[in-house]
């Protein structure tokens, strides 16, 4: 891949680079110079003392700085950007710079100082910067009173910049008067930078996590190992609320190392996120004796009512469904029925994505410690502050006594991992039975049947196309499968990007059915963008298409007035070439989607042999996220959803049978690997006019469907659903 | 039964059942846990270990077939990142999660070892076997490239 700069963007960071080195600062464009501050293997300890300006940093005596950060680090860079925006206010080099994990108990029961812990809808920078950019300021301001003080200068005069203060003769490091500043209160707290202050925001900064995660010291919570610990495999009723009916318990008597089996219950009523199933637990002196003797037991289920459910049921009532009106989630403009039924040209299409499941590589996973005095917890949540609460409840403890050990997170994608799951508790209440810390692995065909998982969708789209070609009228109808969080916040994903389309169509009407599902759903990186992304964005093709319009032009016209939407299609024009014109066999195809507030915007370039062989050449992506604070990470981001989504929609898809996921470990639920992963070449087109996208999912939803448009130019037949590869593209 | 292992030029003595997965003894028994478990069928690739320098997934082997030959785990390649594979990885920003990369690393160093100038086929083929859920992918195959070109050099050098 390749990452093109904004021109843009690139000469401000060049003209801060030359300011920076008559500066002295260290800081340069070139990779190598820009040292990476650091973090330790087991992130969850203290590197230093030094002494606490505010919640967020902590300045040691040879001027070190440890940022405390209280979001997650599962592979998008919380740990850069957060100590990044603190070391660009603070006006500290970047190499003196430490990250912590914050301390998610004094968070949650002494006053909430970091505002908030989780870690999704790609927030910590476009959501959380000005409140963390705010404790670096602060900092800064009072270390500056506090050396005003000392020194008996007004503190307008004295000056703080990389690490060091000064006024006139006077010149001290930061650590000099840290004590000090730690018990100043401002009269009035400093404004944060606006971008054109920025001397480390904005330059591509390599990931403090990297060097720790190439050498096997990086520690994550599957990782945990704790004196007198025991482990637990359990197995839960494949088919979701089903029960438990009898166990054969003498399989695995005396056998080496069993120490126990835990009956899990769920209880009645509670069907939350991180409520239990019903299922079992044995618990062995090692995981691989407490895994080898469940496989031995003989567990008989009550698969209960749902045990008939599967994607051809779903899809059948979804048939039925699309027969009936449902939920009006938006209406724009005048009587958009009527325009239809009496419209003289009429396009209508149906599309369907399937369940997809998280599958982090790290499998599901929680440890807990509990005792008399206090409760240890290790687990892969997104939101820290979750395993924290879901243990004080399940074990009815006072949360004061429940300390969590933030470790790194092998993959978290919208799932919540262990704070979405029931395995912190189960966790917890395998540990106060048997009175040792316990460790529960998921095996991964137990991670893929008991996660939330993403949400199924069935789309009939209906369109009247007026006599210039562009539509007039457009109906959406939506049928979903949901349960949990995806049922509660499925308003605000079931229909986006389709009801929150940019396209000046002047009658829209958007209807949505949120069937109730046995399979838990929820939140998976880029939701109701990704699966809506694939429709609507080839949708507009067809529409396009049917009325004589190039599909670039379709939606450059479309889009008329919106300077973020203009912004991005120009670029990809500029930069792709983009041409329906190409001999058949080959085909480019575009896409843009709105998601996380960024408007992201993708040509793909692929080809196809006549007997339907697939080759994605090219995806070139094209990102407006008002303001980008660190471009590499930025661009790594956007290579990773692209793989992402591609990976779901061209491999993808949960085979649903007898209520429960048939395909349950990687030689059946398909996922990219390297061989299949195509060319990626990422692009800013930033509008830098004061609103904020996010980086870590909107790469995602545009890409499918230019691949499935780019598809459709070479071969003439139009995928609407997902998996790609179980279409027959070969052409004549 | 009492087993001897040879990991990382130390030996080991575990008391374990021979058909036990090489994996869990290097993380449960040992402790080095930067070996990974991912799905156990040998199709995601984050256990990848060496023995007697061949790549293979840890939780598919058993720890019988590993006596008297030769285990590297990622703790073996170096602890400060000096091995060249490692600084590639560091130069080109890998990892994201980082779970896979042990296992990344592992395919990669292996690979290296038996074509210090892979080409990319070269390089899909020894890597397709190791899962990458964040989309690395590209990034692993250029610091490859890199890591052969940093070999190269030490050796003119």
């Keep these: 891949m390749s990452m093109v700069m904004d021109t843009k963007l690139s000469r401000r960071t060049l003209i801060r680079t030359m300011i920076g080195a008559g500066g002295g600062m260290l800081l340069g464009f070139h990779l190598p110079g820009a040292v990476a501050a650091v973090v330790a293997p087991k992130p969850w300890t203290t590197l230093t003392d030094g002494v606490e300006i505010n919640a967020w940093l902590a300045i040691d005596t040879d001027g070190t700085v440890t940022v405390r950060v209280p979001h997650s680090e599962q592979g998008q860079g919380a740990l850069t950007s957060v100590s990044m925006m603190i070391a660009e206010e603070l006006d500290v080099p970047y190499k003196d710079v430490q990250t912590v994990f914050a301390d998610m108990n004094r968070h949650v029961n002494y006053g909430k100082e970091y505002i908030t812990t989780s870690t999704n809808g790609s927030a910590v920078v476009r959501r959380q910067h000005p409140h963390i950019m705010q404790a670096g300021a602060s900092a800064r301001e009072r270390l500056k009173a506090a050396a005003a003080k000392s020194w008996g200068v007004d503190s307008i005069d004295v000056v703080a910049k990389q690490g060091m203060l000064s006024a006139g003769k006077h010149s001290a490091g930061y650590a000099e008067f840290v004590k000090l500043a730690a018990e100043i209160t401002l009269e009035e707290e400093p404004q944060i930078k606006t971008p054109d202050q920025w001397w480390l925001l904005g330059n591509p900064i390599p990931r403090v996590d990297v060097p720790v995660k190439v050498n096997g010291s990086a520690q994550y919570s599957i990782d945990t190992r704790l004196d007198g610990m025991i482990y637990a495999a359990v197995n839960c009723c494949p088919v979701p609320w089903g029960s438990l009916i009898r166990y054969d318990i003498d399989a695995v008597k005396g056998r080496k190392g069993i120490i126990a089996v835990v009956e899990l219950k769920a209880i009645d009523g509670k069907t939350g996120d991180s409520d239990m199933q019903n299922g079992i637990a044995v618990v062995a002196d090692t995981w691989y004796h407490a895994k080898t003797a469940l496989d031995l037991m003989t567990i008989e289920w009550d698969y209960g009512p749902d045990s008939n459910v599967s994607n051809e049921s779903q899809a059948e009532e979804a048939q039925r469904l699309f027969d009936v009106t449902g939920e009006v989630s938006n209406e724009v403009g005048g009587d958009t029925l009527e325009i239809i039924n009496t419209s003289g040209k009429v396009i209508t299409a149906d599309y369907h994505r399937p369940y997809e499941t998280h599958a982090r590589m790290e499998p599901i996973n929680a440890t807990v410690s509990v005792t008399d005095e206090r409760i240890d917890v290790w687990s892969p949540a997104q939101d820290q502050g979750l395993p924290l609460r879901l243990v004080a409840d399940q074990l009815q403890r006072d949360p004061r006594e429940v300390y969590v050990h933030t470790p790194f997170i092998g993959g978290a994608f919208g799932g919540g991992g262990g704070g979405r799951t029931a395995v912190t508790r189960q966790a917890a209440e395998i540990s106060r039975q048997v009175g040792r810390p316990v460790k529960v692995i998921w095996t991964r065909e137990e991670d893929i049947m008991q996660d939330k998982q993403r949400a199924p969708v069935h789309t009939q789209l209906t369109a009247a196309l007026g006599e210039n070609g562009l539509p007039t009228a457009l109906t959406s109808r939506a049928v979903w499968f949901t349960r949990g969080a995806a049922r509660r916040i499925g308003p605000s994903t079931a229909d986006y990007s389709i009801s929150t389309m940019p396209y000046l169509v002047p009658n829209r009407r958007h209807e949505r059915h949120n069937v109730a599902a046995h399979i838990p759903t929820t939140t998976h990186r880029g939701p109701g963008a990704n699966q809506n992304g694939f429709i609507i964005e080839q949708f507009v093709d067809e529409m396009a298409l049917a009325g004589d319009w190039d599909p670039l032009t379709w939606r450059m016209e479309m889009t008329e007035g919106m300077e973020p939407w203009q912004r991005v299609l120009q670029k990809l024009k500029d930069v792709s070439g983009f041409t329906t014109d190409l001999p058949k066999g080959e085909g480019m195809g575009i896409a843009i989607i709105e998601d996380h507030r960024s408007i992201c915007g993708t040509c793909a370039t692929v080809s196809v042999t006549r007997r339907g062989q697939l080759n994605i050449e090219k995806v070139i992506v094209v990102i407006n996220s008002g303001y980008v604070i660190n471009p590499l990470n930025a661009a790594e981001q956007l290579e990773g959803s692209v793989c992402w989504e591609l990976s779901h929609a061209l491999y993808g898809g949960l085979d649903l049978k007898d209520g429960r996921f048939m395909n349950n470990n990687f030689d059946t639920y398909n996922l990219m690997r390297i061989n299949q992963m195509p060319e990626v070449e990422v692009h800013f087109a930033l509008s830098e006019d004061g609103w904020w996208g996010g980086m870590g999912e909107p790469g995602g939803p545009p890409t499918p469907p230019a691949v499935a448009n780019a598809i459709y130019f070479a071969t003439g037949k139009r995928v609407r659903s997902t998996p790609i590869n179980k279409h027959d593209l070969s052409w004549i | ?157």
């Design chain 2, 1 to 157: 039964m009492t087993i001897n292992l040879t990991i990382n030029s130390t030996a080991y003595e575990v008391d374990v059942e021979p058909e036990t997965p090489l994996l869990w003894v290097i993380r449960d028994n040992i402790g080095l846990t930067g070996t990974k478990f991912g799905c156990g069928i040998a199709e995601c690739g984050v256990c990848t270990v060496h023995i007697d320098g061949r790549p293979v997934k840890s939780c598919s082997t058993t720890v019988a077939s590993a006596v008297g030959r030769e285990i590297t785990t990622i703790e073996g390649l170096s602890k400060d990142n000096s091995h060249p594979v490692q600084r590639a990885w560091i130069e080109h920003g890998v990892p994201q999660c980082g779970y896979c990369h042990s296992g990344q690393i592992m395919s990669a160093t292996a690979l290296l070892s038996r074509s210090p100038k892979p080409t990319n086929s070269e390089i899909d083929a020894a890597m397709a076997g190791n899962l990458c859920r964040c989309g690395t992918y590209l990034r692993i195959r250029k610091a490859i490239h890199r890591a052969a070109e940093i070999v190269q050099d030490s050796k003119r050098s």
